[in-house]
């Protein structure tokens, strides 16, 4: 059983930085593909990154190119997201999930194809 749990969210000014965690208390870790997802107040959720088992390749939704970084850790079953130049449209509740079926997918179509899901950690950036 993979359970997810999200920590690393807070308020921080435009420009700032943040590092999100995720860490999977299963066994299975290292069998997923692991991706990260947004939600804003009042809109639907997104795909903000995604990596495939092994780490080597990542991807990114285009709002997040240049500023994010996903990377993960399998010795420590654990998957992060770096977040630098943070701008007040980032704000939200950010999601880590597990995939089988849909690595490197982050389309709103493709987040049924994501199997497990944290609760989230609330990320606020102000201008």
């Known amino acids: 059983q993979v359970q997810l749990v999200e920590s690393g969210g807070g308020s921080v000014q435009a420009g700032g930085s943040l590092r999100l965690s995720c860490a999977d208390s299963?066994?299975?870790?290292?069998?997923?593909?692991m991706g990260w997802f947004r939600q804003a107040p009042g809109k639907e959720r997104e795909g903000v990154a995604a990596i495939s088992l092994g780490g080597d390749r990542t991807y990114y939704a285009d709002s997040v190119k240049g500023r994010f970084t996903i990377s993960r850790d399998n010795a420590k079953n654990t998957l992060y997201l770096h977040m630098n130049s943070l701008k007040p449209e980032d704000t939200g509740m950010y999601y880590c999930a597990a995939t089988y079926l849909g690595c490197g997918e982050l389309s709103r179509g493709a987040q049924y194809k994501y199997n497990y899901w944290g609760q989230g950690t609330q990320v606020t950036v102000s201008s």
């Open positions: 299963g066994y299975t870790y290292s069998s997923y593909c």
